[in-house]
């Protein structure tokens, strides 16, 4: 056994990788929940989670402990129990499936092996997203379909209809890029994206495609089911849509898959349209500082967080907390700014982290900000306004790609 | 047996189970997702065989669109239980001889392949996008345009039905 391990370490890189993804992105997506919450309050002026936790950094925690424990009912009129049962399982599988694909950084040596940021590097890693999270539907689907009850089935109608009519403007968007980098997999697509354009702008295909990430964007939030195309769940209408019949752990296994969806729409519109890993700033030893950046950030948090302590008159619980995370980020930011091999390796995540962070930032912020569609209008919206402008990005730039050459 | 061998037996024979199972359920809602098994073991095989482009358009055009229309369709009219009824004449009378003379002419073909061939040696470049591309833009192009050409007139008739139903 032992043999066998040394043999493949690979292998056994690939399992921690697995491992410590999955509870990097769990966490994320717990306190993804926290960051809307506070986002909207602060968008609305009010607090939002305040009570649990210094700033309700602790809300995640409870939350999820009240799902674990509410009482699991599951409707006795059910018109299949095996499919209704299924169907959480399934949005959480395939939502966390497509993550394994993502690079979240360039590659790197582990004891001698070669690896890097990722699970799998793939040579049709974006046809791979595309295909897993084209079968969520079927976990909408089938949770609507088989409660047997009138609102469920009709939030899934909607969302059913709106994922496969959004699905191929995302899919239409996202060729305009393929035609650039020559290439499905995302870790090339990213090193297609380096160098600089016109001398001055980092060489992000959100330049030349600007209309395509503009469709696609639009598509992952209508393919999210998130506001303002929120009609699978709409609650004046629908109670809750598609997952009106389920409860407990069940129903936040529905809540989690729909926020790593929102993960995955962030993560490929990071590497499709905004250069992934890479950093904003050209490579040239004239910007060799802005390499500090990482160290910077941690400390400049750090600092907040300790900071914070003195500003109001906290209990001694957030006192308490709020220093240790502060002290900890310093000594991050510290150790990274005194040990050169480490800053280099975190350079990739932490731009990365950073675009992704600010997607979320503009998920929420339409949530807070825009109405729900009407959903004519919102079927109008795709099909003749989306669709054919895809369509146009792809003839576009194949002109373009081909134009030079005569 | 290496892990390619293994791989062929388990979603061949998930395929097979899918394929069963898709006959012999009396759900439709069962049957369309045995389907989606078997769409998604023969992905599998596909990728075995070195075809990564097929195998993740067999799962974006076939489970991922047409087959979410199926579920789509089966849903709205909330189908129920198909009722077992007796067989119909044709089937009765052909139903057996035509499986069995399938079953010999598959046996057949085993039997005479069996001992000698090395089957099929995976190509790792051919199933690539680039050279599926390629085939299908090159040598393949006049069939290829006349199915577009197809699917276009599918799609009209299809407008044009539901335009009648108002």
Known sequence: MTDWVTNHPELVIAVVKIALLLFVLLTAIAYVVWFERKVIAHIQARWGPYRVGPHGLLQPLADGLKFLFKEDIVPANLSSRFLYLLAPFLAVSLALLAVAVIPFGPEFEVLGTPTGFWIADINIALLFVLGVTSLTVYSVALAGWSSNSKYPLLGALRSTAQMISYELALTLSVIGVLLLAGSLSLREIVEQQSGRLWGVLPNWYIFPQFVAFICFFISSIAETNRAPFDLAEAETELVAGFHTEYSSMKFAMFFLAEYAHIFTASFLATVLFFGGWRSPFPETPFWQWTQYFPAVAAALLGAYFVLDTFRHAHSALHRGLMTLIGMALLGAGAVLALVPPLLLLVQGPFWFIAKTVAFLFVFVWIRATLPRFRYDQLMAFGWKFLLPLAVLNIIVTSLALVWPVE | ?166
């Open chain 2, 1 to 166: 047996m290496s892990a390619d061998v293994i791989l062929f037996f388990l979603f061949g024979g998930l395929a097979v189970l899918g394929a069963l199972s898709l006959v012999l359920q009396r759900h439709p809602i069962h049957s369309a997702l045995s389907l989606i098994l078997v769409m998604a073991a023969l992905a599998v095989l596909y990728l075995l065989l070195g075809a990564e482009f097929i195998a993740a358009i067999q799962i974006i055009v076939y489970a991922g669109a047409i087959m979410v229309l199926f579920v789509f369709v089966i849903m709205l009219l909330n189908a129920g239980e198909e009722e077992r009824t007796d067989l119909s004449r044709v089937t009765r009378y052909l139903g057996l001889p035509v499986a069995t003379a399938l079953l010999v002419e598959t046996g057949w073909l085993l039997y005479r392949a069996w001992p000698g061939d090395v089957g099929v040696v995976p190509d790792r470049l051919v199933g690539r996008t680039g050279a599926v591309g390629r085939m299908l833009f090159t040598e393949y192009v006049l069939p290829f345009e006349l199915t577009s050409v197809v699917i276009l007139i599918a799609i009209l008739g299809a407008v044009v039905l539901a335009k009648k139903e108002r």
